[in-house]
């Protein structure tokens, strides 16, 4: 499809914002710019034209948990994502017996060589075992191990381009040699469900740790004399950092936080799990019940938070809600994510770039559309195309 499109408010062209185009045209963004279109545009729309939004962990959607997924469950959750402006996922597999890591990275590297239609599918997630039973969070403690040479190998061969990212932390033995042996192989690591000093977090750093999950979640807190995970993740700008602004995992003030001290490292992510898009029940992650009651997030039966339900599109909304500016925001569910994770077509629209883009709503920042490969996958209807 040849496609021009034009907003009041463009966002992923340039530094700047405002009124701009695109022009997409097989499936790539052929040209764009701000200003007036050069001609008649065949869709205006009068709120926000941004990247497809990019989810960099998500355990599952829609009833259906990424570890125990069926095909029918993939297909529907990866056609239902883009209703919150989700053009790109990583699927997360959190702690499990190794055997069974291995298992879940042949599959997933067998799906993502698939081609299938809706949000795409990136390299996935591990998160685990390699974590600290102090900040385990939802993870299962008797799975939780150190990340011996043959483990890290395990995951290496089995995920081969389908791995993208591991958890860890860099404090179990073997955390720093294991660090250098998933990076050298082309994984990137994040510090996470860690209690490390700072000083182990910025070794970590200098061994290839470039991520943080889940800022201020399941990780050693930021203390005058031992700034810990969140002070070294703040201060250090070699890390990207996760964070869920569900409001539940985090409030307003740690996130205007977050963003000021971590300028252009924040990656806004959902972390949601299979009751995302689902009524209250009870629902699954890694092998265990958790529990979702009307206004409260996910927990495990014992009371701990396990996993989000909240879109990314809302995530971010309440990100600016909280005291972001919308640039920053819209960049922390784009650009930002793509750059970490090494995906250059996409969370942009210049030339070149995936047609990846969403329609936001002005006031609310909630999808309104949603084009992936150039295709129109998401429309609640208010706005249509010229014929």
């Known amino acids: 499809m040849d496609l021009l499109v034009s907003a009041s408010s463009v966002h992923g062209i340039s530094d700047r914002s405002g009124p701009g185009w695109i022009h997409v045209a097989e499936g790539q963004i052929e040209a764009s710019g701000h200003g007036e279109p050069?001609?008649?545009?065949?869709?205006?729309?009068?709120?926000?034209?941004?990247?497809?939004?990019?989810?960099?962990?998500?355990?599952?959607?829609?009833g259906a948990d990424f570890a125990a997924a069926s095909d029918d469950d993939w297909t529907r959750i990866v056609t239902r994502l883009p209703e919150t402006g989700v053009t790109a996922i990583v699927p997360t597999f959190i702690?499990?017996?190794?055997?069974?890591?291995?298992?879940?990275?042949?599959?997933?590297?067998?799906?993502?060589?698939?081609?299938?239609?809706?949000?795409?599918l990136l390299p996935c997630h591990v998160e685990g075992p390699f974590l600290a039973p102090t900040r385990r969070g939802a993870h299962r403690e008797e799975l939780l191990i150190d990340p011996t040479p043959e483990r890290v190998q395990a995951l290496i061969v089995a995920g081969g381009d389908a791995l993208g990212y591991v958890t860890l932390a860099p404090e179990r033995d073997g955390a720093i040699a294991a660090i250098g042996a998933f990076t050298s192989a082309g994984v990137r690591v994040a510090v996470g469900h860690s209690d490390a000093s700072a000083s182990t977090v910025n070794a970590a750093v200098e061994a290839g740790a470039t991520l943080v999950t889940h800022l201020f979640n399941a990780q050693s807190p930021l203390l005058p004399r031992e700034p810990g995970v969140v002070g070294a993740a703040l201060a250090n700008p070699g890390l990207t950092l996760g964070l869920i602004a569900d409001l539940y995992h985090v409030k307003a003030e740690a996130i205007r936080v977050a963003f000021t001290a971590a300028q252009g490292r924040v990656m806004l992510v959902t972390d949601n799990l299979a009751a995302f898009g689902m009524p209250p029940g009870k629902y699954e992650l890694g092998g265990q019940v958790v529990i979702v009651k009307p206004d409260d997030p996910a927990r495990r039966v014992d009371g701990t938070i396990a996993g989000a339900t909240t879109g990314l599109d809302a995530c971010m909304a309440n990100a600016v809600a909280s005291g972001v500016l919308l640039e920053d925001a819209i960049a922390a569910v784009t650009s930002v994510p793509a750059t970490a994770l090494g995906h250059a077509q996409l969370g942009h629209l210049r030339p070149g770039a995936a047609a990846d883009f969403v329609l936001l709503g002005a006031d609310d920042l909630l999808t309104q559309?949603?084009?992936?490969?150039?295709?129109?996958v998401f429309d609640r209807e208010r706005l249509t195309v010229r014929d």
């Open 38 to 62: 050069p001609r008649e545009a065949d869709l205006h729309h009068d709120g926000i034209l941004a990247p497809g939004l990019i989810d960099a962990q998500i355990n599952g959607a829609y």
């Open 369 to 376: 559309q949603t084009w992936i490969r150039g295709a129109k």
């Open 95 to 120: 702690t499990a017996p190794i055997e069974q890591d291995v298992a879940d990275l042949h599959a997933y590297a067998d799906r993502l060589a698939s081609t299938h239609e809706g949000t795409r």
